[in-house]
């Protein structure tokens, strides 16, 4: 889905986004290794376990897909493009998050879902969101329609979710009490990951945006293992 | 050229009879040994057709390089998922016993792709053949221990049992396409390919020997 953009800062020799580009792929890989092993040792000491170990995988999903994409660049001297199993891994990615999405509504009180019914028109805000920013991809690339499509139904879920706990756990009444900041940064996460693809897919912005939204992605992930934890343990 | 069919009828004729011989665990493993060799044997059938099939679209053609690192992964592991779900759907009741179903259809996958790699290539050189082994063998087994230790984690938790399982397939091609990537390169990157299973699978018994890794070990 992402697509590496080439822009020279200084024509003569250095290139920029070069170092910047290496700056980002080591930098968020090793802060995913980090994430991974801050999760596990959360499992290791929380009571909803299944909670941080589902964060893990998730982790480790997108640090295998950014471990793919860089050897791809070392091993094949070209850029991985669409569809890689980097993109599986995203979407692997996506699934474990609505896979706690999922573990924590089965989790609801009588009173949050009644609490939920109220809010689940609402909700459909997120898939609303998710698929106005897919159909410009797919208008603007027709040819990897496939891959687009298959992007727009898994984050559709995962838009839906995150709306709907996020507007639910607002109230701070049952076994969501805390987790509201939880779902407030997996709403962040899932804008942010919007605007990377809108970003990457158009041309003629500053280079340097991209990478500041790549890191921007990296600090929704960083923020959303401190958020669960303190849901966890209210 | 190789004779695929033939060589899964010569390794699947013994353990077709001797299913009906066994009882229990091991009978188990060895119909899910079997079906893994079917598996291996329907996903090159599967991977050639979409190679052919995608030949036609200009966007979608593919290399023989990229077919290994981008499509290989994808239908190789979905083909050793397959039963495994199955089983979990219909069968599973104790969750250890999702992760030997997971290992023998691994297990039987490698065998045939390792039986049609001596086939094309002959076994005279033993590096080449204890490398293939230790490589590609044990990766295939990785992969699908993987697998069955995410299914044993979702089993029971109905709610999001279905998205669990897809991510945990997920995580399985992502590694099995790295492993590949690492193996087609030119340079001394290779060496890594071949390390990558048996380093990984070390890492994952040690984590499953240490007290703490109760958690992810597939109690009951």
């Given amino acids: 889905m992402r697509k590496r953009q080439k822009h020279s800062l200084f024509r003569r020799g250095i290139r920029m986004d070069d170092i910047l580009s290496s700056a980002t792929e080591y930098g968020q890989t090793a802060i995913l290794v980090l994430l991974v092993a801050w999760a596990l040792r959360c499992a290791a000491k929380c009571e909803r376990k299944w909670l941080f170990q589902l964060l893990a995988g998730a982790f480790c999903c997108f640090l295998l897909g950014n471990i793919y994409l860089m050897l791809h660049v070392w091993v094949m001297d070209d850029w991985a493009f669409v569809f890689s199993p980097a993109d599986v891994s995203w979407l692997g990615l996506y699934s474990f998050f609505i896979a706690v999405d999922l573990g924590l509504m089965s989790e609801w009180t009588q009173q949050e879902q009644q609490r939920a019914k109220k809010y689940r028109r609402m909700a459909w805000l997120g898939p609303a969101v998710v698929i106005a920013f897919h159909i410009s991809y797919i208008v603007l690339y027709p040819e990897i329609w496939p891959n687009n499509l298959v992007f727009c139904i898994v984050l559709s879920f995962l838009g839906y979710y995150a709306f709907l706990m996020f507007f639910t756990s607002r109230a701070k009444v049952g076994i969501q009490t805390n987790m509201h900041t939880y779902h407030g940064v997996m709403m962040f996460f899932l804008f942010v990951e919007l605007i990377l693809f809108f970003v990457s897919s158009f041309g003629g912005y500053p280079w340097i945006l991209y990478y500041a939204i790549l890191w921007a992605l990296t600090a929704g992930l960083c923020l959303l293992v401190p958020a669960a934890k303190k849901g966890a343990t209210a | 050229m190789i004779y695929a069919e033939n060589i899964f009828m010569c390794i699947a004729a013994p353990l077709v009879i001797a299913m009906f011989l066994l009882r229990g665990d091991a009978r188990r493993f060895v119909v899910f040994f079997t079906i893994g060799l079917a598996a291996c044997l329907l996903a090159a059938y599967i991977n050639n057709f979409i190679v052919n099939a995608a030949a036609g679209l200009e966007y979608f053609s593919m290399s023989a390089a990229q077919t290994t690192v981008r499509l290989t992964p994808i239908c190789e592991e979905v083909m050793k998922a397959l039963p495994i779900y199955f089983y979990v ?8 016993d999702i992760v030997s179903v997971a290992l023998a259809v691994g297990l039987g996958f490698a065998t045939l ?16 053949t204890l490398i293939r082994g230790f490589s590609a063998g044990v990766m295939h087994a990785t992969c699908a221990a993987l697998l069955g230790y995410g299914l044993a984690f979702v089993h029971g938790r109905k709610h999001f049992a279905f998205a669990g399982s897809f991510a945990f397939l997920c995580m399985a091609i992502t590694y099995h396409a790295i ?16 390390i990558l299973p048996v380093a990984t699978a070390a890492v994952l018994l040690l984590i499953l020997r240490r007290p703490s890794g109760k958690l992810f070990r597939a109690t009951d």
Avoid: M, P
């Avoid at chain 2, 076994?123 to 080449?128: G, I, N, R, T």
């Fill in chain 2, 113 to 128: 792709e390792n039986c049609g790699y001596i086939a094309q290539y002959g076994a005279e050189d033993v590096l080449f």
């Fill in chain 2, 179 to 194: 492993y590949n990537l690492l193996v087609s390169a030119d340079s001394g990157v290779r060496i890594a390919g071949y």
């Fill in chain 2, 89 to 96: 759907a219909v069968f599973a009741t104790k969750r250890s």
